[in-house]
């Protein structure tokens, strides 16, 4: 039998914990190679656990929780009573932890709350809508 293997996409729960751990990492201004070194684990894990390739155990989930310096329960999703089907919140909740847990996303949101002015905060909003909209409609002239 020489069939060919599909390889397993990761479980939405492991992707989700994955994700949070990758988002607090990043806001914590932590490497993979330092957080897999006060794991005990190599760089490479921590990519699989972020990615939700490899599941991470509840003693390995709370020990990342301690590290990190968070709660158990920031990493696990809301229980919704919607057996595994993800809704609407729960897919702009997954797109929101994608950005944010990227180089840029952690570093807007840092810049984004030093603003204590909230209406140059709102300011910003606009600016950056207004940007998206230029950006969407094929004008992408910023100068």
């Known amino acids: 039998m020489n069939e060919k293997r599909k390889p397993k996409s990761p479980d939405e729960i492991d992707a989700h914990?994955?994700?949070q751990v990758r988002m607090r990492r990043k806001m914590a201004g932590m490497?993979?190679?330092?957080?897999g070194e006060q794991l005990g684990v190599t760089f490479?894990?921590?990519?699989?656990?972020?990615k939700g390739a490899n599941r991470i155990a509840a003693s390995r989930l709370y020990q990342i929780?301690?590290?990190l310096g968070t709660p158990l329960s920031y990493f696990l999703p809301e229980a919704n009573g919607a057996e595994g089907q993800p809704g609407f919140a729960e897919k702009q909740?997954?797109?929101v932890m994608d950005f944010v847990s990227t180089a840029e996303g952690?570093?807007?949101?840092r810049a984004f709350t030093r603003i204590s002015n909230s209406?140059?905060?709102r300011r910003l909003i606009d600016l950056v809508g207004e940007l998206a909209k230029e950006s969407e409609g094929g004008?992408?002239?910023?100068s």
């Open 17 to 19: 914990i994955g994700r």
């Open 106 to 109: 952690v570093e807007l949101n």
């Open 31 to 35: 490497s993979q190679e330092k957080l």
């Open 119 to 121: 209406k140059l905060r």
């Open 93 to 95: 909740t997954a797109f």
């Open 65 to 67: 929780a301690d590290v």
């Open 139 to 142: 004008n992408q002239k910023l």
């Open 44 to 50: 490479q894990q921590v990519q699989k656990y972020e």
